[in-house]
T-cell receptor, first 115, second 116 residues
Framework: DSGVTQTPKHLITATGQRVTLRCSPRSGDLSVYWYQQSLDQGLQFLIQYYNGEERAKGNILERFSAQQFPDLHSELNLSSLELGDSALYFC??????????????FGPGTRLLVL | DQQVKQNSPSLSVQEGRISILNCDYTNSMFDYFLWYKKYPAEGPTFLISISSIKDKNEDGRFTVFLNKSAKHLSLHIVPSQPGDSAVYFCAASARRGGGATNKLIFGTGTLLAVQP
């Protein structure tokens, strides 16, 4: 158990819909990262939040957005869903000290299926 | 542009023997490397990491070697056990100014099968 929790574990929805994925980081971790793993691709970095602020963006679509709340949990919002958005979405957290090289610990993921 | 490459999609070894998983990278700014193990329908589990100031790091049965001049790292598992069967991902990060982002760039993974 990494200490990172994600809900829901599975999500089935239809094209055009909007969903929200939730992540609670490990106790004490300030950074939250979101990654997407599609069937034909490896883990792709989407976005990072650090202590409530956006820190880095990767290949995140404009239809996707995220935020980190004062209690440090994070939500990833996916809207106008398309079939190709079906994937595993992972959240990871780390402490993130300035200049540090840190390990990220991953949650169990949310499996999204868009029909 | 694949900055982190794992050219072997799969590897099969006998129980008790050594497993060697390889990873190549292209970005010379990468200064921290990690290996993760992943079972189906689970999140990646951290195994071992290495900073670019080192060339070797060991943790029990797992050793990671880094060759910066060749931009190559490898994970050695000795002895291999059937429970090691999983997908192994290599990941890298580049410290940015201020150090407040450590986004990971992942390879595509190598499926290790350890035969009893």
């Amino acid at each position: 158990d990494s200490g990172v929790t994600q809900t829901p574990k599975h999500l089935i929805t239809a094209t055009g819909q909007r969903v929200t994925l939730r992540c609670s980081p490990r106790s004490g971790d300030l950074s939250v990262y979101w990654y997407q793993q599609s069937l034909d691709q490896g883990l792709q970095f989407l976005i990072q939040y650090y202590n409530g602020e956006e820190r880095a963006k990767g290949n995140i679509l404009e239809r996707f957005s995220a935020q980190q709340f004062p209690d440090l949990h994070s939500e990833l919002n996916l809207s106008s869903l398309e079939l190709g958005d079906s994937a595993l979405y992972f959240c990871a957290s780390s402490l993130t000290l300035a200049g540090g090289k840190e390990t990220q610990y991953f949650g169990p993921g949310t499996r999204l299926l868009v029909l | 542009d694949q900055q982190v490459k794992q050219n072997s999609p799969s590897l099969s070894v006998q129980e008790g023997r050594i497993s060697i998983l390889n990873c190549d990278y292209t970005n010379s700014m990468f200064d921290y490397f990690l290996w993760y193990k992943k079972y189906p329908a689970e999140g990646p589990t951290f195994l071992i990491s290495i900073s670019s100031i080192k060339d070797k790091n060991e943790d029990g049965r797992f050793t990671v070697f880094l060759n910066k001049s060749a931009k190559h790292l490898s994970l050695h598992i000795v002895p291999s056990q059937p429970g090691d069967s999983a997908v192994y991902f290599c990941a890298a990060s580049a410290r940015r100014g201020g150090g407040a982002t450590n986004k990971l760039i992942f390879g595509t993974g190598t499926l290790l099968a350890v035969q009893p």
